[in-house]
């Protein structure tokens, strides 16, 4: 049987082609990450913030782990309401800093 001929398969293939780009891949440096393989309810668990800190501290690919995040919660507005949880070193937080910062300005 053909993978594309399952009635999943459109769905599954939309879903990797938004989360990993054009090529519907998760990119190699994906796989020397430190969480490689970890529980992924430690990195949205509120309880376990500051472990999940410290497991992301030690991660080779901590930058690309990042810069890949940032690029995409900045490219969807999914962001506004999903932004949780501990990825790239970094909480949502502080993710929604980033993308909304403060400004000490008074409205007029």
């Known amino acids: 049987m053909n993978p594309a001929d399952h009635p999943g398969y459109v769905g ?58 940032t690029d995409w919660e900045s490219k969807t507005r999914s962001r506004r309401f999903y932004t949780s949880g501990v990825v790239g070193g970094t909480t949502g937080s502080n993710r929604n800093q980033t993308y909304y910062p403060r400004t000490n300005r008074k409205a007029a």
Do not use: H
Not at 23 to 45: I, K, M, N, Q
């Open 12 to 69: 599954t293939r939309a879903l990797m082609l938004a989360l990993f780009g054009p090529s519907g891949e998760p990119a190699e440096w994906r796989a020397e990450a430190a969480c490689a393989g970890a529980d992924t309810e430690l990195f949205y668990d509120n309880g376990s913030t500051g472990e999940a800190l410290d497991f992301c501290a030690s991660c080779p690919v901590l930058v690309q782990c990042r810069a890949d995040i």
